[in-house]
C-alpha cells in the first residue's frame, strides 16, 4: 500500500467506480463520494493527499467542493476531470488550488502519472497518515493484536471464547445428527464440531432464513404496510471457507446495490469464525473453485493443529474477541509449518476436480448452450429443488401475502424459492417460461458457472458438494456437469483437426477487381473505382471497408466510400500515406487489384431510420461517411431531417466538391461547413468543426448522431453533442484500428474484448464506455 | 352476510373433520365470525337447503355415495374436497384391486349380504370439485388459508413443488442420507414436510406434483435397495388411484 489516500468525488457510478479501480490496483487507498456533500464530510473526518473530483455533480459543484477544501484543507492536492472543458471552470479550479485537470474519457494511466506526479511534489510529512484509527483496544495478552495476523490459541481459550459468546449471542454452530452435521444453535461447547466433512445445509440460512416477513400490512379501512425486519446478534462459529466465499456472494448480491434491509441486519448483527475444512467431502471441489481458503470475509479463522488452534484475526471485532476471551500467542516456526501441511494435505483428499480452469466456463458454457447435455441429464430431474435449497450461493426467493383470520391483517413473506421447480417461471396467465426440465437444469448450471460470476464477479458456485450429495438421481453436481461440457469441447475440437470443418478457401484469397477509373480529389487524396472482373458486386453496407492488396506490396483496409444503391461498382477514396495507398495511388484505370470483404458492421440503418440525422465529418472522415450519406440520399423519405457538417483544414482539403455543391443545393439537406483556417478565396465559416454544433437546433429525442474524424474531433464533439442532450446511445463513431486478417483472428485491431473488425468498427459511445482502450 | 358452510364425509375415518374441530383460541373465534356452519354432522344436528362452501371429507366407495354427493354438488356453490381420501382417493383404494365381492367376504364375512361395495375412488371422479385440501389427516393451517382465499376472493393454490423443498427449509437430513427411503421427492408439499421432521418418511399422503418424475423416482428407490414391488406397495399406500402403482 502507498501511504497516501485519495479520495475521488463523481456521481456517475461508472467514472467513480473505474478510477477507484485503477487506484487501488496501483496501491493507492481509495475512497469515493457521490456528491460535493458527501465528499466534504469525507474530508472532514479523514485525511486525503489527493482529490479528485468532477466540477459538474448535483448540488455541490465541484467547483463548491475545491472552494471549501481549499478553506479547511489546503494541503490537499486536487485534480479536477470534467467531460465539458471551459476555459473559465479550468482558470476558476486553478484559482482554487486544482493541480491539473483531466478530461473525460481518458485513460488510467493518464490518471495514475497524473497522481504520482502530483504526489511526489508533497513532502512527506505534509499529509497525516490516513489509517482508520480503531476504537481504544482491550489490554491484550499479546501485546497488539492485529488484522490480518495469526495467533495460537488453546482448546480452553476456545471454550472461553465460546462461553463469552453465548452470554450475549446466539452461538450457531455445526453439530452431529443423523450421522451427518447440521448447524444449530449449540448450548453446550461439548455439542460444537469442528472437525466436520460438511454440513447437510448450508450457514447462509442463518443470513438469508428460509422464512421471513417483510412487511406486517393492513387492509382494514386505509391499506398499509411496514417493514419488519427480525435479527438477533448472533456468532456462525466454524464456517468452512467455501461457505465464507458464498456468504460473501450473498453480501454483494444483497448489499452491493438495492441494499436490503433485513438482510444487512442480520449481517451487522453476525459474527464469522471460520474453520479451515481439513476433512473435505468426498463430493467437494471447492480447490477448483478458488474457495478452499479465505483471506476475507471472517472476524476470526481457526486452524485445528492438534494441539490448539492457528487463528487468523480477520477484523477489529475479530481481535478485540481474541483480546478479551484468549491467552492468544504468536505462533512458532513449528505450528506455521504444521498448519501448512495440513492444509496441503486436506486439499490433497479432494476427489473431485475441475478438468477445466474455472476461468473458462463462462465462454465454455456460452458455447454449448444448445448442447443435448443439457436434455440427456435433465431426463432423471425430479425437480425436487433439493439442490437449490442445499445450495450455499442460492438465494432466490417468493414473495407471498399471508393474512389473519380476521382478513383486516396480515405479513407478507418472503420464501426460499429455486429456478430448478417447476413453477419458478410461471406467469399468471399460465405460461411457463422454462417449462421443460432441460431448460431449468441448464439455467441452473449457467447460473453456477457463468451469469452469477459475470454479473457479481465472484464465483457462483463454491464447490461444497452439498447439491451432488442432495441430489437422488445424482445429476446436480455442477463439477460433472462443467467436466462433461469441458469434455465434449475437447472432443469437438479433435473432430475438427480431423478435417470435418469445411474450409473458407477465399478467407485470405483476395478477389480480381478491375480499376474502372480515378479521380484526384486533393492534393494525396484519390478516388477509385472498381468492379469485380466476375461481374459479381461487393454486396456491402455503408460504413463496411475492404482489404485492399497490391500483390508484391501488400494489404490494407480502406474503408468504401459509396453507397450500394449506386450501382454495381465501388469507389474506395484513399489517402497516399502508407506503401500500399502510395502503390494505388500510382495505377491507371484497367489496372488490376485483389478485394476481401467486405468486413465489419457498417453503420446501424435499422436504428437510423425514421431519426433525424446529424452526420459530422471531420477531414478524411467524409470518406466511410459518404457511403452513409450516398445511402439517406437515396432513401431520403425514411428519415427525418438530414444534417450535414463537415469540417477540414483548409479550403485545399475539401473533396468531392461537385457532391458537396449538390448537398448545398439539395432542398432536403441542411448543410454547414467550415475550414480550421481559411484563405483569401474562402468565404464561408472558419473554425474547427465544434463551432457548428452550438448553432445547430435540434430535437434530441429522436436524432441520431454519427461522427467519423480522427480522435481529436470525436473528443471535442462528443462534449459538443452531449450539451445538445443527445444520450451516449444516440452518438455513433466510426474508429480506425490497425486491421489485417479482417475476419477476427490476427488480433491486431482487438479493442480490450472486441474485435473492431467484427463488431466494429462502428460503435455507439455507449458502446465504447465499457471500453477503456477506445479512445 | 356469512358464507353458510357444510361439512360432509363418506368412506373415512372422519379425523380430518376432527382435526377441523381442533381448530381453537383466537382462530376459532375468528373463523365462526367469518362463516357460519349450517351443516356439521360431528356437532350438531342443522341442515340447510344450500351451501356456499360444502367441504367433504371421505372416498366415494358405495352407490350410495354417488347419488348423495351429485345432491351436495347440486346445492353447493363451492365443493371442497377435505382430506387424501377426499382428495386422492388415498387408503380406502387399497381394496380396488380385490375383487368386490371378496373384498365384502374378507371384511363382513358372512354379514356380507347387507352390505354393497363399489371401487373406492376421490370425489373429483364423481362430481367436479373446485378445491382440495389435501393430507392424511389435513393441515388445518392450509385449510384456513384455503378458507381465508375463498373469503378474500383469491384462488386458492396449491404447492406445486414436492415435499423435499419444505424439508430442507426445516433444515432435515434427508431420508435417504439416513439411508431409509421416501416418497418425498415426488409427493406435493404444503405439509412443511412434518413425517420427515418427526423423525419418520413420506408416504405420499398429498399425492403427487403435477408432473411427477415417477420414472426416475422408482429408479431412486430401486438404487436404494426396493425391489419394483416393494416400490410399488410404497405409492400405492395412498395413491392407488393414480396411474403411478401400477
Known amino acids: 500500500m502507498r501511504e497516501h489516500s485519495v479520495l475521488v468525488v463523481d456521481d456517475e457510478p461508472i467514472v467513480r467506480e473505474s478510477i477507484r479501480d485503477w487506484l487501488t490496483e496501483a496501491g493507492y487507498p481509495v475512497a469515493t463520494a457521490e456528491t460535493g456533500e458527501e465528499a466534504l464530510e469525507l474530508v472532514a473526518t479523514r485525511d486525503f493527499s489527493v482529490l479528485v473530483v468532477d466540477l459538474r455533480l448535483p448540488g455541490k459543484t465541484g467547483i463548491k467542493v475545491l472552494e471549501a477544501v481549499k478553506a479547511e484543507r489546503p494541503w490537499i492536492r486536487t485534480i479536477v476531470i470534467t467531460a465539458y472543458p471551459s476555459a473559465e471552470t479550468v482558470q476558476e479550479a486553478r484559482r482554487l488550488g486544482a493541480v491539473d485537470y483531466l478530461l473525460k474519457p481518458f485513460a488510467p494511466d493518464n490518471l495514475e502519472r497524473l497522481i504520482d506526479e502530483t504526489l511526489s511534489s508533497i513532502p512527506p510529512e505534509a499529509t497525516v497518515t490516513t489509517v482508520e484509527a480503531p476504537e481504544a483496544a482491550p489490554v491484550a495478552v499479546v501485546e497488539a493484536i492485529e488484522v490480518k495476523q495469526s495467533f495460537v490459541i488453546g482448546n480452553g481459550d476456545l471454550r472461553a471464547l465460546f462461553d463469552g459468546l453465548a452470554e450475549t449471542m446466539d452461538v450457531i454452530g455445526v453439530v452431529a445428527r443423523n450421522g451427518k452435521y447440521v448447524y444449530d444453535k449449540v448450548k453446550r461447547f461439548e455439542d460444537l464440531r469442528l472437525d466436520y466433512d460438511t454440513t447437510v445445509h448450508p450457514p447462509t440460512r442463518f443470513l438469508f432464513p428460509a422464512r421471513e416477513r417483510m412487511l406486517a400490512v393492513s387492509f382494514d379501512g386505509t391499506p398499509s404496510a411496514e417493514a419488519t425486519i427480525e435479527a438477533k446478534p448472533q456468532v456462525l462459529l466454524g464456517v468452512h471457507p467455501y461457505d465464507i466465499h458464498a456468504i460473501e456472494l450473498l453480501d454483494e448480491v444483497f448489499m452491493a446495490t438495492h441494499a436490503d434491509p433485513n438482510y444487512i441486519t442480520r449481517r451487522q448483527n453476525t459474527l464469522i469464525i471460520g474453520v479451515d475444512c481439513l476433512r473435505p467431502s468426498p463430493n467437494a471441489f471447492a480447490p477448483s473453485m478458488g474457495t478452499a481458503q479465505a483471506d476475507t470475509g471472517f472476524d476470526l479463522l481457526l486452524t485445528d493443529l492438534g494441539t490448539g488452534y492457528m487463528t487468523r484475526v480477520g477484523s477489529q471485532r475479530g481481535a478485540d474477541l481474541l483480546a478479551e476471551h484468549t491467552d492468544a500467542r504468536e505462533p512458532n516456526d513449528n505450528e506455521i509449518a504444521s498448519q501448512k501441511a495440513l492444509l496441503e494435505l486436506a486439499a490433497q483428499k479432494v476427489e473431485v476436480r475441475l478438468n477445466v480452469a474455472r476461468e473458462r466456463l463462462p465462454k465454455l458454457l456460452e458455447d454449448h448452450y444448445d448442447d443435448s447435455y443439457w436434455e440427456e441429464k435433465s431426463e432423471a430431474c425430479l425437480s425436487c429443488g433439493s439442490c437449490v435449497m442445499v445450495c450455499p450461493t442460492c438465494f432466490c426467493f417468493d414473495v407471498k401475502d399471508e393474512v389473519a383470520l380476521n382478513l383486516k391483517t396480515g405479513e407478507r413473506i418472503r420464501t426460499w424459492d429455486g429456478c430448478m421447480l417447476t413453477d419458478f417461471a410461471v406467469v399468471a396467465g399460465g405460461e411457463n417460461f422454462r417449462h421443460d426440465k432441460a431448460s431449468r437444469y441448464r439455467h441452473r448450471i449457467f447460473r453456477k458457472g457463468k451469469y452469477v460470476l459475470e454479473r457479481y464477479g465472484m464465483v457462483g458456485c463454491v464447490g461444497c458438494g452439498r447439491c451432488a450429495t442432495a441430489c437422488l438421481p445424482d445429476i446436480a453436481s455442477p463439477a460433472e456437469a462443467f467436466n462433461a461440457i469441458a469434455e465434449k469441447a475437447k472432443i469437438e475440437t479433435a473432430r475438427r483437426l480431423i478435417g470435418k470443418v469445411a474450409p473458407d478457401n477465399e478467407l485470405y484469397q483476395p478477389k480480381p477487381a478491375k480499376l474502372l477509373r480515378v479521380d484526384d480529389l486533393a492534393e494525396n487524396e484519390k478516388v477509385f473505382e472498381f468492379q469485380f472482373e466476375d461481374g459479381s458486386t461487393l454486396g456491402h453496407a455503408p460504413g463496411q471497408f475492404v482489404s485492399v492488396s497490391i500483390f508484391g506490396i501488400g494489404e490494407a483496409p480502406i474503408s468504401i466510400s459509396s453507397s450500394p444503391t449506386r450501382g454495381d461498382t465501388f469507389q474506395l477514396a484513399v489517402r497516399n500515406v502508407g506503401n500500399v495507398t502510395r502503390a494505388m495511388h500510382k495505377l491507371q484505370a484497367g489496372a488490376t487489384v485483389g478485394i476481401r470483404g467486405p468486413f465489419g458492421n457498417g453503420f446501424p440503418i435499422d436504428t437510423l431510420e425514421w431519426k433525424d440525422l446529424l452526420l459530422i465529418a471531420g477531414g478524411i472522415g467524409l470518406f466511410p461517411l459518404r457511403s452513409l450519406i450516398q445511402h439517406v440520399i437515396d432513401h431520403r423519405d425514411s428519415f427525418g431531417r438530414v444534417i450535414i457538417l463537415y469540417g477540414t483544414r483548409s479550403p485545399d482539403q475539401r473533396m468531392f466538391l461537385e457532391e458537396l455543391e449538390a448537398w448545398k443545393a439539395n432542398a432536403g439537406i441542411e448543410f454547414h461547413e467550415t475550414v480550421d483556417r481559411g484563405d483569401d478565396d474562402w468565404k464561408g465559416n472558419v473554425g474547427v468543426i465544434t463551432t457548428l454544433i452550438p448553432g445547430i437546433d435540434l430535437s434530441p429525442a429522436k436524432t441520431m448522431s454519427v461522427v467519423v474524424g480522427p480522435p481529436i474531433v470525436y473528443r471535442f464533439v462528443v462534449g459538443e453533442l452531449k450539451k445538445k442532450g443527445l444520450a451516449d446511445e444516440q452518438i455513433i463513431m466510426s474508429l480506425e484500428r490497425r486491421m489485417k486478417c479482417g475476419v477476427g483472428k490476427c488480433g491486431h485491431c482487438q479493442i480490450n474484448g472486441i474485435y473492431a473488425c467484427q463488431e466494429g468498427p462502428v460503435f455507439t459511445l455507449a458502446d465504447l464506455r465499457n471500453l477503456r482502450e477506445a479512445v | ?246
Open chain 2, 1 to 246: 352476510m356469512k358464507p353458510k358452510v357444510a361439512f360432509f364425509d363418506f368412506t373415512c375415518c372422519e379425523g380430518c373433520q376432527l382435526d377441523t374441530l381442533n381448530i381453537e383460541g383466537q382462530d376459532l373465534v375468528d373463523l365462526l365470525a367469518a362463516i357460519d356452519i349450517v351443516e356439521f354432522r360431528e356437532i350438531h344436528t342443522g341442515n340447510a337447503d344450500h351451501y356456499d362452501i360444502a367441504f367433504v371429507e371421505g372416498s366415494i366407495s358405495r352407490e350410495s355415495g354417488i347419488e348423495r354427493v351429485k345432491d351436495i354438488r347440486g346445492r353447493s356453490d363451492l365443493l371442497i374436497a377435505l382430506g387424501a381420501c377426499a382428495h386422492i382417493g388415498g387408503l380406502n383404494c387399497l381394496k380396488n384391486h380385490l375383487d368386490m365381492d371378496e373384498a365384502l367376504e374378507i371384511v363382513y364375512g358372512e354379514d356380507k349380504k347387507y352390505y354393497d361395495t363399489i371401487p373406492a375412488r376421490p370425489v373429483s371422479a364423481v362430481v367436479p370439485v373446485d378445491f382440495f385440501v389435501p393430507g392424511c389427516p389435513i393441515n388445518t393451517a392450509e385449510l384456513l388459508r384455503i378458507v381465508k382465499d375463498v373469503l378474500l376472493g383469491k384462488t386458492p393454490e396449491l404447492p406445486n413443488y414436492p415435499v423435499c423443498v419444505e424439508c430442507k427449509m426445516a433444515g432435515n437430513v434427508c431420508v435417504f442420507e439416513q439411508g431409509k427411503t421416501c416418497l418425498g421427492p415426488v409427493i406435493r408439499g404444503g405439509c412443511n414436510a412434518i413425517c420427515i421432521s418427526a423423525g419418520r418418511h413420506c408416504w405420499g399422503c398429498r399425492g403427487l406434483v403435477d408432473d411427477p418424475n415417477i420414472d426416475s423416482q422408482k429408479d431412486v428407490l430401486a438404487k436404494y435397495g426396493l425391489s419394483v414391488e416393494q416400490v410399488v406397495e410404497k405409492f400405492k399406500i395412498y395413491n392407488t388411484y393414480s396411474e403411478v402403482a401400477k
